[in-house]
């Protein structure tokens, strides 16, 4: 099981990036428990998670600099089969968006964008290429230590088109 430590970069879906801000013991029907207090940058919002099983609820170390050239890899070239049938795949993707890991994120968002160029997205689709974006864009900003806009900008540069 891994541990984190206050200043640790974390993600939890469906939420975004977080800090580990440290350990707050709670109690939760009259059980005394320990949690890790994540905090997300830029608002006062603030998770507890429990130590002792923290995968229960998709808590994960956020990505670190070495793993950004795979991810802006999979935006390019990442591929996945998707159902035809529109509802399947809705419920597919918002899985996946869900899910919060990011190879899939980024393998998802390659997928709709390729289609995008060959044909054109309808809006659930497009919605979901959005929200794949904007996750990564959000996770890459924090490990980078970048803006939003920045590593959107990243994004465009690997796709070789404006975003917007």
Do not use: C
């Amino acid at each position: 099981m891994k541990e984190y430590r206050p200043g640790d970069k974390v993600v939890l879906p469906p939420y975004g990036v977080g800090v580990v801000a440290g350990i707050a013991e709670r109690r939760v029907s009259g059980v005394a428990r320990a949690y890790y207090q994540v905090d997300f940058p830029g608002t006062r919002s603030k998770a507890y998670v429990p130590v002792e099983a923290p995968q229960t609820v998709g808590l994960r170390p956020a990505l670190s600099p070495e793993e950004i050239p795979a991810i802006l890899d999979l935006l390019k070239n990442g591929r996945m089969p998707l159902p035809r049938q529109w509802a399947a795949r809705h419920r597919k993707t918002s899985e996946i968006l869900a899910d919060g890991n990011p190879y899939r994120i980024a393998q998802l968002a390659g997928q709709l964008r390729a289609w995008d160029l060959e044909r054109g997205l309808p809006d659930l689709d497009r919605q979901a290429l959005r929200r794949a974006v904007h996750l990564l864009a959000e996770e890459v900003a924090q490990t980078l230590e970048i803006s939003l806009q920045e590593a959107r900008a990243l994004f465009e540069e690997v796709w070789g088109e404006d975003l917007n």
